[in-house]
């Protein structure tokens, strides 16, 4: 399964429309995505990006509302399993 999270683009190359490429920032975490799929997206957009290449372009409010959710399953991916708490244990 293959769970993907909106990144803002910080920078573009414009190069050839094939060999154009964007800086792309995850909370901090910056990679390079190819743009030959979204030939549209500029500094400031939100895209998904997999395989190195950005795939779609979302507005801000989708790309607000995925990172609420994917802040939400973190925070449930940090909290103490059912299984595993002393009173389930006794």
Known sequence: MCLTVPGR???VT???S?????????GGN????NLAFTPE?????FVIVQAGF?????SEAEALEALEYHRQLEELSRAPSPTTTPEVLR
Not at 30 to 33: D, E, G, L
Not at 41 to 45: I, K, T
Not at 54 to 58: H, I, N
Request: hydrophobic share 40%; proline share 0%; aromatic share 4%.
């Open 30 to 33: 910056v990679r390079t995505a």
């Open 41 to 45: 997206a500029e500094v400031g957009d």
């Open 18 to 26: 094939e060999a154009r490429t964007a800086q792309v920032d995850f």
């Open 54 to 58: 950005a795939t779609r372009r979302l």
């Open 14 to 16: 414009n190069e050839t």
């Open 9 to 11: 683009v910080v920078s």
